[in-house]
Nanobody, 125 residues
Framework: QFVESGGGLVQPGGSLRLSCAASGFNLDNYSIGWFRQPPGKEREGVSCINMYDGSTYYSEAVKGRVTISKDNAKNAVYLQMNSLQPEDTADYYC????????????????????WGQGTQVTVSS
């Protein structure tokens, strides 16, 4: 089970830090991914990280503006988002899979069936 938090309303150019807390299982052998679903659009992978070796993947849409990090002791993953733009407005979700970060991010939206409540990010002036 995943619990996402940290979303909110922010002005263009602002920053947010999203948190993903996992419970019920140890994430050490998984990749964790952040996904987002903009209003009226499909869910897409944003950034993913391997909890064992820290390897990461970023989508082109967020590369250079977003940093994913992990805390194995807390079974948690974070997404620091900077220079936010209106097109970043979406519900953000996290999930896990025993695969590479790039695979999770590129295919997870189509293959993973169970999602948490997510956290809403709204970028607007």
């Amino acid at each position: 089970q995943f619990v996402e938090s940290g979303g909110g309303l922010v002005q263009p150019g602002g920053s947010l830090r999203l948190s993903c807390a996992a419970s019920g299982f140890n994430l050490d052998n998984y990749s964790i991914g952040w996904f987002r679903q903009p209003p009226g659009k499909e869910r897409e992978g944003v950034s993913c990280i391997n909890m064992y070796d820290g390897s990461t993947y970023y989508s082109e849409a967020v590369k250079g503006r977003v940093t994913i990090s992990k805390d194995n002791a807390k079974n948690a993953v974070y997404l620091q988002m900077n220079s936010l733009q209106p097109e970043d407005t979406a519900d953000y979700y996290c999930t896990a899979a025993q695969t590479l970060p790039i695979s999770l991010c590129m295919f997870g939206a189509q293959t993973i069936r169970s999602w948490g409540q997510g956290t809403q990010v709204t970028v607007s002036s």
